[in-house]
T-cell receptor, first 115, second 109 residues
């Protein structure tokens, strides 16, 4: 099985432009997450979704939006990119619906540079 | 507040043993995770501790003391492929993961 796929692998984006990072999982997991990873910092949660049709804000949600129309897909949109959004973005999923501990599994990441 | 501390970098020799420590302060606790992350790759799950004590999984073991807010990851018989970053994460009262900055482990021959 593919697990979690992300697209694109990397992208250079001009400041002010919009972009959608795609994430798809084939494990039928309930919960999905978007993190950003910056040098010297731990992974930081941007948005999450405990089940299809619901989303929630994480630690650093400003400038990002998400949707969860179905179980498999969880796109992350930057409406108007700024250089501080330069980062590596990881999508993850877990079988938990938000009320129990469960292992999170990660996609390969998208490296985004905003100039 | 919530805080997770790990050493930034450690160096060890191939074939040896290394212990990576993680201390934490959180308002809620639903377990502690360790992940491995090779450079340029995704984090991958190593272990989960929710009760005090040692969990052993092959060459890797993880220990937890909830009263001390302390965990360690023990890697035995180190191999060159163990060169990676090791991430400690706490699952908080909302079942969200709070991550440490990670420990970069360098293995020398």
């Amino acid at each position: 099985t593919a697990g979690i796929t992300q697209a694109p692998t990397s992208q250079i984006l001009a400041a002010g432009r919009s972009m959608t990072l795609r994430c798809t999982q084939d494990m039928r997991h309930n919960a999905m997450y978007w993190y950003r990873q910056d040098l010297g910092l731990g992974l930081r949660l941007i948005h999450y979704s405990n089940t299809a049709g619901t989303t929630g804000k994480g630690e650093v949600p400003d400038g990002y939006s998400v949707s969860r129309a179905n179980t498999d897909d969880f796109p992350l949109t930057l409406a108007s990119a700024v250089p501080s959004q330069t980062s590596v973005y990881f999508c993850a999923s877990s079988d938990s619906a938000g009320g129990s501990p469960d292992t999170q599994y990660f996609g390969p990441g998208t490296r985004l540079t905003v100039l | 507040g919530q805080n997770i501390d790990q050493p930034t970098e450690m160096t060890a020799t191939e074939g040896a043993i290394v212990q990576i420590n993680c201390t934490y302060q959180t308002s809620g606790f639903n377990g502690l995770f360790w992940y491995q992350q090779h450079a340029g790759e995704a984090p991958t799950f190593l272990s989960y501790n929710v009760l005090d004590g040692l969990e052993e999984k092959g060459r890797f073991s993880s220990f937890l003391s909830r009263s001390k807010g302390y965990s360690y990851l023990l890697l035995k018989e180190l191999q060159m492929k163990d060169s990676a970053s090791y991430l400690c994460a706490i699952m908080d009262s909302n079942y969200q993961l709070i991550w440490g900055a990670g420990t970069k482990l360098i293995i020398k021959p």
